[in-house]
Each structure stands twice: as C-alpha cells, then as structure tokens.
C-alpha cells in the first residue's frame, strides 16, 4: 500500500479523505438512482407482459430502449458521485 502511495504521489497524484457531508451525499445521491432504476426495471417488466404475444423485434426495441435508459441512468450517478468527491 505504501508503494502505491508513494507512487502516486511521484505522479502527481493526490488523495483526500472524504468527509461525512460528502460520505452523505454520495449515499443519497446512490440511493436515488438506484432507486431510479429499480423503477426502469418495473416498468420494463410491465412493458414486456404487454408485449407477451408481440412481434419479438418490438420487443427487442423496448428492451434496447429500457437498457439504454438504465446505462444514461447510471453514468449520471457516477458523474454526480465524483463531483462530489471532487468537492464539486
């Protein structure tokens, strides 16, 4: 551990402890995102028990669609998370 230290330090490169309002902020910002994609995976559910009998390209779309929803999701909340761990 100390050589990775030292080694990132000869880089330039620096690590702060975070602190507990950022601690807080990153639980709260992950909880509401995840709680955005459990509702993406409802309705994706929902969605395709209405599309049971439907041609399975549409099917397909709606998935795609929902995938690529959850993925925007998710790289929001990253973003955000290292904002705030960058004191953003």
């Known amino acids: 551990m100390e050589r ?3 080694k990132d ?4 490169v620096t690590t702060q402890p975070m602190t507990d309002l950022q ?7 992950r909880s509401l995102y995840d709680s955005k994609i459990a509702e ?6 929902s969605a395709m028990n209405n599309l049971l009998n439907a041609d ?16 925007r999701l998710a790289s929001e909340r990253d973003v955000k998370i290292e904002g705030i761990r960058r004191g953003a």
């Open 9 to 12: 330090a000869e880089d330039g």
């Open 56 to 71: 399975p390209a549409e099917r397909e779309e709606v998935e795609r669609r929902f995938r690529r929803e959850r993925e």
């Open 23 to 29: 601690k807080a902020a990153i639980a709260e910002v």
């Open 40 to 45: 993406q995976d409802i309705l994706q559910q």
């Open 4 to 6: 990775l230290r030292k």
